[in-house]
């Protein structure tokens, strides 16, 4: 069975940091690319990032680039998001979704999400 | 970045109707759309990817169609836990991007 857990989630200050993990299971980890996708209070959903099932290769969302970083230890089976220069708008649960191949760009297993909250 | 819209942004039905959803995009986004489901406090569940292909353990009542820019999800007959929020999603462009959703609410 397919299982994929965010943590990490939690209040921080704008222009604060915060690092989310996702930790999978059920399926051959290095095989698949991962990505983070988002979703504010009460709004739609918006795709954040993506890592290749190496690592070698990452991509981000306008939004984010330059204060986010993906990445993941397929030793470890989890994937992280370094979340640096908080700021109000990236309020939201953020969900990890598996590919349903490298660079599939469909999202087949999401976890439950974990909160983060951007606030003074 | 493709946008894609979603129409309408709520649908009343009754169990038993059917759900007809629509979805444009910006430019064409040749067959390489998905659908996922959302339910109140649930995560998205994937639906229809490449247009019309149902992912593993998707009930034959959800079907997808289209092409190009133009694509539609249909639910043939509404079962009460079809209630949800129907989101569309492209993969041929980065950013990856997502419609603005659909709500099937209960009338």
């Known amino acids: 069975e397919v299982q994929l857990l965010e943590s990490g989630g939690g209040l921080a200050q704008p222009g604060g940091s915060l690092r989310l993990s996702c930790v999978v299971s059920?399926?051959?980890?290095?095989?698949?690319?991962m990505n983070w996708v988002r979703q504010a209070p009460g709004k739609g959903l918006e795709w954040v990032s993506v890592?290749?099932?190496?690592?070698?290769?990452?991509d981000y969302a306008d939004s984010v680039k330059g204060r986010f970083t993906m990445s993941r230890d397929n030793s470890k089976n989890t994937l992280y998001l370094q979340m640096n220069s908080l700021r109000a708008e990236d309020t939201a649960i953020y969900y990890c979704?598996?590919?349903?191949?490298?660079?599939?760009?469909?999202?087949?297993?999401w976890g439950q999400g974990t909160l983060v909250t951007v606030s003074s | 970045e493709i946008v894609l819209t979603q129409s309408p942004a709520t649908l009343s039905l009754s169990p038993g109707e059917r759900a007809t959803l629509s979805c444009r995009a910006s430019?064409?986004?040749?067959?390489?759309l998905a659908w996922y489901q959302q339910k109140p406090g649930q995560a998205p569940r994937l639906l229809i990817y490449?247009?019309?292909k149902r992912a593993t353990g998707i009930p034959a009542r959800f079907s997808g169609s289209g092409s190009g820019t133009d694509f539609t999800l249909t639910i043939s007959s509404l079962e009460p836990e079809d209630f949800a929020v129907y989101y569309c999603?492209?993969?041929?462009?980065?950013?990856?991007?997502f419609g603005q959703g659909t709500k099937v609410e209960i009338k």
């Open positions: 979704a598996k590919e349903k191949g490298d660079y599939n760009g469909h999202f087949d297993y």
């Open positions: 059920g399926f051959t980890f290095n095989g698949y690319a």
């Open positions: 890592i290749s099932g190496s690592g070698g290769s990452t």
């Open positions: 430019q064409s986004v040749t067959g390489y």
């Open positions: 490449d247009t019309s």
């Open positions: 999603q492209q993969r041929i462009n980065w950013p990856r991007t």
